[in-house]
Nanobody, 125 residues
Framework: QAQLVESGGGLVRIGESLTLSCAFS????????MAWFRQAPGKERERVGA????????DYADSVKGRFTISRDNAKNLAYLQMNNLQPEDTAIYYC??????????????????WGQGTQVTVSS
């Protein structure tokens, strides 16, 4: 079955940047639309953004628009989340997720069938 493994989390200061990676295996990567979610303590999991099968389309939450960029490399079976100008409210566990379906831009966590284990991002002042 398809599997996802995130990496790249860590502790950064306000205004710094971080790039998360998500390694896909087990199926044909280009058949899956991808998304990044995050979950802060005591809060619901929220979608950060999504990317279509070829990477030609992306969509972002308003809270990260202009600061975060999602990309993918189908030849390497990798997806990325580039995060710039990080703020304390970006502190969360970040998850990559995937689904195979007709609409690449799915908004809700329950619509994604494959999940990584998560990676912690902490932004300190």
């Amino acid at each position: 079955q398809a599997q996802l493994v995130e990496s790249g989390g860590g502790l950064v200061r306000i205004g710094e940047s971080l790039t998360l990676s998500c390694a896909f295996s087990g199926r044909v990567f280009s058949s899956y639309a991808m998304a990044w979610f995050r979950q802060a303590p005591g809060k619901e999991r929220e979608r950060v953004g999504a990317i279509s099968w070829t990477g030609g389309n992306t969509d972002y939450a308003d809270s990260v628009k202009g600061r975060f960029t999602i990309s993918r490399d189908n030849a390497k079976n990798l997806a990325y989340l580039q995060m710039n100008n990080l703020q304390p409210e970006d502190t969360a566990i970040y998850y990559c997720a995937a689904h195979v379906g007709s609409n690449w831009n799915r908004m809700h966590a329950y619509e994604y069938t494959v999940w990584g284990q998560g990676t912690q991002v902490t932004v300190s002042s």
